[in-house]
């Protein structure tokens, strides 16, 4: 019933070797300053979320609702076949044919926003899962507001969140993968133009996905390093 | 760029509507089949024997390492072979989606057995139940009831997943929006109306979420 | 030093302190018991302006609380506080929990803060522990060191919110010594608490909460024999045995 000769060498064999590696490096771009972004913009707003001041948490709120609530896909064709429509002929015609990597800095916009707003619904939860009275215990010795959130409250929810970023950083990176449906050429994208070039499907995604495995594998590593540098005796943090 | 032209979504409606169809199609044998297979692995998770716990452990860290996108071209490519004739978009998706969801409805499923104490297993095979009714009268129903609110969320998720089967030309919500874009070089409004029902649909189940969620913490 | 007048607090529509008057006086210990719910812990957070209310007003040191011209930060410095759970900060070694708050709210230099620490622990019995984490310490050990951490302010009235309930009973007693100790070197103290053996050692009076209000207040020993009021009664009725 297997009725299918498998040919591994494609996947070394040039030119394909060269497109997966190049695939490989834009993934790993693509997703690390995506990443940045998110993480900065998702702080911001989950801070946001928490502050005492309304109008600051409506906004915030409804920004996690409405990136949280599209599918990233959708997200992605709004900003590259919609959104330039809405700007001048002119910039329209620059992003199109003038800017160079349109495609890549379209999916960075569209990565970035949908996982800040993810970002910033852990970093509320984080704040929000310290109990009360570790708050007045701070008060109580004469700390002010910033102070509690600079030395104890902060640094606490620091190490709560870990976990949960790392999975969302797995995330950002699996998602990345998205980013072929607009043409830019990563990992997924590459070896599907293997498959279109040598008909060999099965090979040319086993090969992307142990790519992604490796680089999972690596932020994995990296955020249980950090964890680790972080980590204090007796404090259990949340199960991933 | 002219004016808005929302004409342009309800001459293509009906087939808008088709489309949405194939997602919630598509949606609910993910989440059904997700669900189920979801179930067994995320007990064999728990499981005293070493090569079930090994086998479910390698498979859901398998899946949970790839993007959604690559394991759907897998089954679209593997598919055909296994069953010797092509068996169409979506049967392969519905395959993938199974196989892919399965092995997070699996962690939501520990993680809901886990937070049951180990105290209430003791008890109740100290009243002389087996393994089978210990899960099937105590651990589950607690279980189900705390996973409630992740499993909702999961469901969300698996609703706009859906719209990833339009890399392999399944013509569910997206891929149809995108059909009717090549047509009539209409992008705002049409991706604008996409994301519009996407968002009704997510922030309804959501908000229920949310809604139980309150309810369960105000009962504590 | 602390006087309690018409305080009333209200959460929603829950009313959870009805129409409270007290006076705390320098040097005097005063117990808080009740039924769970009465409104005890909410009065005693009050005291340092953690919890607000919405009549009345307590005055501390002749300074208002409800005056919105008064520095909340500096009177809490004045007022140590014990929690039911510790509430040590889980990230800082024993040592940093305690000289955290005198050096960068009291910017004392850290080695004078440190040596203070060193005493406080001597003082609570547990000088050995200071380098270790609150989560490697047990309960007993951890609410000592809360008491120390509160200390290390140089606090003039020391609050404590069901210091004990949360320990296994056999590290009660290490808690409850230490605080006798210091109600016996003449600090000022307000104690929510259950434990009628400190309460009888201690107390100079002990006041009775129910749903919000204070049915009864008395002497240890009036308090004990005859309590005035049925709930009383029937509260004491439940915790002796």
Known sequence: MLSYD???????TEPYGTWMLQ???TTICLGFISWCIALTLGIIIGTMRITPWKPLRIFATAYTE??????LLVQLFFWYFAAPSILPGFIERFLYRELPNFEFWVVVVGLSLYTSSRVAEQVRSGMQSIPTDQYYAALSTGFT???TYRYIIT???????IPPLTTECLTVFKNTSLAMTVGVLET?????????????????TTAASLAYMVITLMVVLIMGLIEKRLSVPGLITRRR | MGAFDWTVIIKNMPFFMKGLLTTFELAVVAISGGLFFGMLVGMARLSHIKLIYYLATIFVNFFRSLPLLLVIFWFYFLVPIIAGRPLGDFVSASVAFVVFEAAYFAEIVRAGIQSISKGQEQAAYSTGFTYAQTMRYIILPQAMRNMVPSLITQTVVVFQDTSLAYVIGLKEFLRSASIVDAREMKSLEIYAFVGLVYFIFCFLMSRFSQKLEAKRGAAK | MIKIINVSKW???HKVLDNINEEIHRGQVVVICGPSGSGKSTLLKSLNGLEPFQEGDIIVDGVSLKDPSTNLMQLRQKMGMVFQRFELYPHLKVIDNITIAPIKVKKI???QAEEKAVQLLERVGIPEQAQKYPGNLSGGQQQRVAIARALAMEPEIMLFDEPTSALDPEMIKEVLDVMIALAKSGMTMAVVTHEMGFAREVADEIIFMDEGQIIERGTDTSFFSQPKTERAKDFLSKILI
């Open chain 1, 6 to 12: 498998f040919n591994w060498s494609v996947i070394w």
């Open chain 1, 23 to 25: 695939g490989i490096w």
């Open chain 1, 66 to 71: 409405f990136f949280r609530d599209i599918p």
């Open chain 1, 145 to 147: 507001h910033l102070q």
């Open chain 1, 155 to 161: 640094p606490l929810a620091i190490r709560i969140m």
């Open chain 1, 188 to 204: 997924t994208f590459m070896s599907q133009q293997i498959e279109a070039y040598t008909f060999r499907g099965i090979e040319a």
């Open chain 3, 11 to 13: 959460f929603g529509t």
């Open chain 3, 109 to 111: 230099p850290r080695k």
